[in-house]
């Protein structure tokens, strides 16, 4: 049985996340927690059964899928806490101390649904989803019927937001007539970010601001395509004023977020969608100068671009790159081979942030508020001119699925021995890194028959052009 993803469980509510595999699914999350729980326990009789929190994001088959994986935690002995529709982040601060699983396709269509899992305010280890997987293939069965237990409603929202709101305050400047426009796509960061700002002083104007499963206003998934609407909103508000976002005229930026408000995408005041890797990139500065650490680390992925390197090294810290993903396997890896003086300050991959002062969980609506502090304290343009920002390329090279391995492993030597004054890192693909600060990775595609080709660099088009001829001359040559 092949389930989780990189993103825990998703697909289509009519065959494959069916309340039938959530039904099992939260029967073998009961087994395995009741049998971590057994084996940590004390022995004295006072241990309690497994506490699990319980939440869905706002699509219509919610309810039902929600349901099933009630009954099938119930069923299998574990206390089952009722958190009802939230931001997968709040979710994730919930967890806090116990269990929790999220019910959410984030950005998918409304016709899907999705599972994630997480312990202690982080999502599932590897080792523990193959365990989940393991158990739900058998078919685990359900507790003795005197074990079963008697679900309860929890409220955590409110708190959620008040600890964010409480976080954000450690940076920036207030948010006192800072005007901001926030298009919620329906989803999730409806009851969140809006909240969140106002309670900072921020006025707020919302796009799609209601809680809607079908995604009426919008595609759930935040591009610049889909933000169509929210880019020609703060550009037309924006035309003519001086000071946009202050004095009541216009916005001082725009914000985007997907269904379950872990992404979030900025939008300047033109109107325009800013980087993904921009955003990180201050974001990683911000949090590397803030660190006391002799040894601050901002986790990344191999995609994310070589000005986030930059600014961490003008901040006095370092960059480690793991495979997309698993920001919270790197965290823990970073954190497990810390020598004295080691701390990891940040971490993120395009579009999804994890504040690790504030949790372990990527958090959309956190963000929304510390890069809100952020701009009333210096402005957006002010908080990009330190980054460069160099033309940034992504193409595609077909490459069947039994070819990638070979491939991959001829590119590791043609790639170094067509570019001799790039340093070279094969952890995760092959990522080349050139004197200039240019960059490009090569990696083969998880999910398509594909090898994919980056390029961040003054002459992008140049560079991207020799790569894939290198590409294709291995994939051909296999």
Known sequence: MDLFG?????????????????????????????DRAASDSTGDGTDDAPEVLVARDGRVTGPAIAAAMEAGLASGGVKVLRAGRLPTPGLAYASQGRYGV???????????NGIKLFRDGMEFSDDLETAIESRAAEDAPPAAWNEWTESDAAETLDRYLNAVIDYAG????????????????????????????????????????????YFPGRGSKPTPETLRDLRAFVADANEGVEAPGRDGEGFAFGIGHDGDADR????????????????????????????????PVVVTTPNASGRI???????????????????????ASVRADAAPGTEVAFAAEPWKHVHTAFGGWIDGVCSAAVIARLVADEGLSALRDP???????????????????????????????????????????????FPDASWTLVRPSGTEAYVRVYAESDDVDELIDEVRSVVADAVAGV
Do not use: Q, W
């Open 6 to 34: 990189t993103a825990g469980i998703r697909g289509g509510v009519e065959d494959r996340v069916t309340p039938g595999l959530a039904l099992t699914i939260g029967r073998a999350v009961a087994a395995e927690i009741r």
């Open 102 to 112: 999220m019910l959410t396709a984030s950005h998918n269509p409304p016709e899907d």
């Open 170 to 213: 450690e940076f920036g400047g207030d948010l006192d007539g800072l005007r901001i426009a926030v298009d919620c796509g329906n989803g999730m960061s409806a009851p969140a970010t809006p909240t969140v700002l106002r309670e900072l002083g921020a006025t707020v104007v919302t796009l799609n601001g209601n809680v809607d499963g």
């Open 264 to 295: 979030i995408v900025i939008v300047d005041a033109t109107g325009e969608v800013v980087h993904e890797d921009t955003v990180l990139a201050i974001l990683a500065e911000l949090y590397t100068d803030a660190s006391d650490a002799d040894d």
């Open 309 to 331: 390197d930059e600014r961490v090294r003008a901040a006095g810290g370092r960059v480690d790159r793991v495979r997309l993903g698993t920001l919270h396997e790197g965290i």
């Open 387 to 433: 980054v460069t920002e160099r033309p940034y390329r992504k193409v595609s090279v077909a490459c069947s699925d039994e070819t990638k391995e070979p491939a991959m492993e001829r590119l590791e030597a043609t790639l170094p021995d067509a570019f001799p004054d790039a340093s070279v890192d094969t952890d995760h693909g092959v990522r080349l890194e």
